[in-house]
Nanobody
């Protein structure tokens, strides 16, 4: 299973970005999908997650400014971020949990995967 994230970039404060992350491979199902971020000199932190049933969870710092969604048919998760602030500057990582997939004839359950990250820079 591989994750490909896109949508990061440089944006002015108050602007918007939409991040996308597509999972590929012989995937059967994915439980939770989410976004985390790591700012320079800080630990990685949760931004938002969404379950296969559509339940969402947001960090307080982005609540009301961001919306996470997913397309289960495409194994893709999105993060729409509005009213961006300089403190949103970070590398954003896509995460998928509880992945069931095939590797050859082997069936795997419950694996977690991380994407490589996409950089978001918000200028003041």
């Amino acid at each position: 299973v591989q994750l490909q994230a896109s949508g990061g970039g440089l944006v002015q404060a108050g602007g918007s970005l939409r991040l996308s992350c597509a999972a590929s491979g012989n995937i059967v199902s994915i439980n939770a999908m989410g976004w985390y971020r790591q700012a320079p000199g800080k630990q990685r932190e949760l931004v938002a997650t969404i379950t296969s049933g559509g339940s969402t969870n947001y960090a307080d710092s982005v609540k009301g400014r961001s919306t996470i969604s997913r397309d289960n048919a495409k194994y893709t998760v999105y993060l729409q971020m509005n009213s961006l602030k300089p403190e949103d500057t970070a590398v954003y990582y896509c995460n998928v949990e509880g992945v069931s997939s095939y590797s050859g004839s082997h069936f795997h359950m419950g694996a977690d995967y991380w994407g490589r990250g996409t950089e978001v820079t918000v200028s003041s």
